[in-house]
């Protein structure tokens, strides 16, 4: 097994990059992000090719936000139910 984006595989190293960076930003990893980001940009990612992959990380992890948020509805629902309900 390779050591992670450090040579190209079935994935290219900028993909594992790009990759590394948007995990980064899902995991809130501050070092991470800038280690991922210059080895990204070392690789060859633009700086639009970043920005894609972080704004895929958001979406995914707000998306994770909005589902869980079922939880929530359904603790103030048994808490406190809804009126006229």
Known sequence: ???MGK???ALPGKTKQLIAVAVAHVTQCPYC???HTKAALRSGATREELMEAIWVAAEMRAGGAYAHSALAI???DRVT???GG
């Open 1 to 3: 097994m390779q050591m």
């Open 7 to 9: 040579d190209d595989g």
């Open 33 to 35: 992000i800038k280690g």
């Open 74 to 76: 359904e603790e103030m």
């Open 81 to 83: 139910p809804p009126k």
